[in-house]
């Protein structure tokens, strides 16, 4: 018998949020940290997410929920909305833990990891790319996770928040 596999997530958030938006749905980050653990055997789920100090309620919620959250500094940019680019720190984490985890799962539909995806294909450390929505997911990573891409538009049952009756 197969012992169970020690996979963590590596998951771009602004991607993931942005993404399951345009798709019209909210996501339950509880129902997702579940998933990332029965779907795929993650242990750690990191969440690199830029700090803004109003979201505290955000990030407590996350933590609660068993995401183990990397923060990025947030800067405006020329428009003034916030900004906190966190791909390079995504891509230094999954690599400097490679050692921790048996395979890692890329959340994210940007192209910019395509380098990061290639090296854990060739390494044999990728259990998967989820992307949030396959018609806004780079060519690229779609080429190079190969048969490892998953899209996340079709689990709005298993992923919707829902807000409770209070009634």
Same mark, same amino acid.
């Given at each position: 018998?197969?012992?169970?596999?020690?996979?963590?997530?590596?998951?771009?958030?602004?991607? &993931?949020?942005?993404?399951?938006?345009?798709?019209?749905?909210?996501?339950?980050?509880?129902?997702?940290?579940? !998933?990332?653990?029965?779907?795929? /055997? *993650?242990?750690?789920? !990191?969440?690199?997410?830029?700090? *803004?100090?109003?979201?505290?309620?955000? !990030?407590?919620?996350?933590?609660?929920?068993?995401?183990?959250?990397?923060?990025? %500094?947030?800067? %405006?940019?020329?428009?003034?909305?916030?900004?906190?680019?966190?791909?390079?720190? @995504?891509v230094l984490w999954t690599i400097l833990k490679k050692e921790e985890y048996d395979k890692a799962i890329i959340v994210s539909?940007?192209?910019?990891?395509?380098? &990061? *995806? +290639?090296? &854990?294909?060739?390494?044999?450390?990728?259990?998967?790319?989820?992307? %949030?929505?396959?018609?806004? /997911?780079?060519?690229? &990573?779609?080429?190079?996770?190969? +048969?490892?891409?998953?899209?996340?538009?079709? @689990?709005?049952?298993?992923? +919707?928040?829902?807000?409770?009756?209070t009634a």
């Amino acid at each position: 018998m197969k012992s169970r596999e020690n996979n963590h997530a590596f998951i771009d958030s602004q991607n &993931l949020n942005l993404g399951i938006q345009k798709l019209g749905w909210k996501l339950d980050y509880r129902k997702f940290r579940i !998933y990332l653990r029965e779907k795929y /055997c *993650v242990e750690k789920a !990191y969440i690199f997410i830029g700090f *803004v100090a109003l979201n505290q309620k955000l !990030y407590d919620k996350l933590q609660e929920s068993d995401f183990l959250l990397k923060f990025k %500094p947030t800067i %405006p940019d020329d428009s003034g909305n916030i900004k906190g680019n966190i791909d390079a720190d @995504l891509v230094l984490w999954t690599i400097l833990k490679k050692e921790e985890y048996d395979k890692a799962i890329i959340v994210s539909s940007d192209g910019d990891f395509y380098s &990061l *995806v +290639e090296y &854990l294909y060739e390494h044999n450390k990728l259990k998967a790319v989820l992307s %949030p929505d396959k018609k806004e /997911c780079s060519s690229l &990573l779609k080429q190079t996770a190969k +048969e490892k891409i998953r899209f996340m538009d079709n @689990l709005r049952h298993k992923l +919707e928040y829902k807000k409770k009756n209070t009634a």
